[in-house]
């Protein structure tokens, strides 16, 4: 089974970058369409980025946020520049057949990695 595991979350400023990286192991990437996810308190989980056919962004990130992949190594990027404290959740990658943007059509997920901005 295809695992998938977060990291490069943490707290920073408004106006902060963060580069978040997600690790594939139990499989590669070459049979898969990668996405990120976010979900913060008390709201549903909301589709942020996706890798396939061509790279495709939520509105309210689109121009700060930049997905990219390293297909050699597994490895799913999240460059985020221009941090709002809107942006604070805990961010998820996944793994699915289609480029889609519901949640429930994602076969692997990880556990998440926590982005917290301050004002």
């Known amino acids: 089974q295809v695992q998938l595991v977060e990291s490069g979350g943490g707290l920073v400023q408004a106006g902060d970058s963060l580069r978040l990286s997600c690790a594939a192991s139990?499989?590669?990437?070459?049979?898969?369409?990668m996405a990120w996810f976010r979900q913060a308190p008390g709201q549903e989980r909301e589709f942020v980025a996706g890798?396939?056919?061509?790279?495709h962004y939520a509105d309210s990130v689109k121009g700060r946020f930049t997905i990219s992949r390293d297909n050699a190594n597994n490895i799913l990027y999240l460059q985020m520049i221009s941090l709002k404290p809107e942006d604070t959740a805990v961010y998820y990658c996944a793994a699915g057949t289609l480029p889609r943007r519901d949640p429930t059509d994602y076969l692997y997920w990880g556990r998440g990695t926590q982005v917290t901005v301050s004002s």
């Open positions: 890798d396939t056919w061509t790279p």
């Open positions: 139990g499989g590669t990437f070459s049979g898969y369409h």
